[in-house]
Nanobody
Framework: QVQLVESGGGLVQPGGSLQLSCVAS????????MGWYRQAPGKQRELVAE???????DYADSVKGRFTISGDIDKRTVFLRMNNLKPEDTAVYYC?????????????WGQGTQVTVSS
């Protein structure tokens, strides 16, 4: 129904920056939010940032002040600007598309993009 194409992952040094991009296509007639989650080895997948269709945003405490989510809701596109990256940010980052806002199990996921922060 919905396909998500992600880009921007890679290897950066501590203190560096990256920007992730995600574009949704397919049956995107309805949308509640788009966002980014991440999963590090041995850990649960966690919310990083979310952009809601009314323009409001939500961030994990661990990234607040360093990461910025933005997007063009009409184009079904979101970005995640990551500044001052730390080794603890190393994870697979997943784009999420929520059409209805009724629960995380009724959403769509990208395949994930690896972000590695290392010297």
């Amino acid at each position: 129904q919905v396909q998500l194409v992600e880009s921007g992952g890679g290897l950066v040094q501590p203190g560096g920056s990256l920007q992730l991009s995600c574009v949704a296509s397919g049956n995107t007639a309805t949308i509640f939010s788009m966002g980014w989650y991440r999963q590090a080895p041995g850990k649960q997948r966690e919310l990083v940032a979310e952009l809601i269709n009314d323009g409001n945003t939500d961030y994990a405490d661990s990234v607040k002040g360093r990461f910025t989510i933005s997007g063009d809701i009409d184009k079904r596109t979101v970005f995640l600007r990551m500044n001052n990256l730390k080794p603890e940010d190393t994870a697979v980052y997943y784009c999420n598309y929520d059409p209805h806002g009724v629960g995380i199990r009724v959403t769509f996921w990208g395949q994930g993009t690896q972000v590695t922060v290392s010297s």
